[in-house]
């Protein structure tokens, strides 16, 4: 993984001058006019490694990837631009079943798409939101009733720091799952909830978002889910990049185990 930051502030001078955030041959534009911005989405299947950011030279602007002109009185001469997590939970989904034998602590370490944000500055208008590879829609829960609209995203499940394999356009969630129950939990698929999160960067610009603790300790339908307000000290030292999406109370969230684990 490069190095290179893909997220901060960019300035646009006035003379239609032109960014682009790519990864392959997936590419988001920025133009800027007088009194507008222009953005292209080109969308490619195969996915990379690293973001680079340039002029756009090697894209052509196609009429059906323009999603738009973006208009204002006139135009700042700036945006800022960062990676933001999924807009609503995302389902992992590990190669093999996992299973939590009773009173055994675990941590697995998730990967999740991210989303390219981009705003203008200072007035923070939103002028983009969009996933480098949107995963697919799939419904989790017991029932059509019981649940909830999630993204699907199989992922290896990674259970040591040094194991996991990290993109630019990717963050990582370290969950901390207790199983205090008699008997084994077996996880097919977990709900990861990275809407509720932040998202840090460490000094590698490698991503990671807040920790999440579960614990399953009785026979209650019901699950705690806690999201750690403050971060594991392997991970930093991190800087704060983006807020999440929802809010929670307290950074709890209660949660059916039948809606949380699969």
Known sequence: MSNNIWWGEFTFDDSHEKKCWSVGQRAILIKRKATEWNIWNIENKEEDQ??????????????????????????????????????????????????????????????????FYAETFPSAKCLVDLPFWRPSDSWFGSSTIDGQLCYAKYTSAKTKLEELDLHPHRATTSITVINSHNKELIINRIN?????????????????????TIERNNESADIELIIERSVSVEFQPLTAISSPRETSEHGKLIRRISNLFG
């Open 50 to 115: 690293d973001i680079v950011v340039s002029a756009g030279e090697n894209f052509a602007l196609e009429s059906d990837a323009d999603i738009g002109r973006f208009l204002e009185k006139a135009s700042s001469d700036k945006i800022k631009v960062f990676p933001k997590l999924a807009d609503r939970s995302v389902i992992a989904r590990p190669s093999s079943p996992l299973t939590i034998l009773a009173g055994e602590k675990v941590q697995l370490f998730i990967s999740t798409p991210i989303w």
């Open 192 to 212: 990861v909830p990275v809407n509720y999160l932040h998202l840090y960067s460490d000094d590698k610009n490698q991503l990671w978002t807040s920790g999440i």
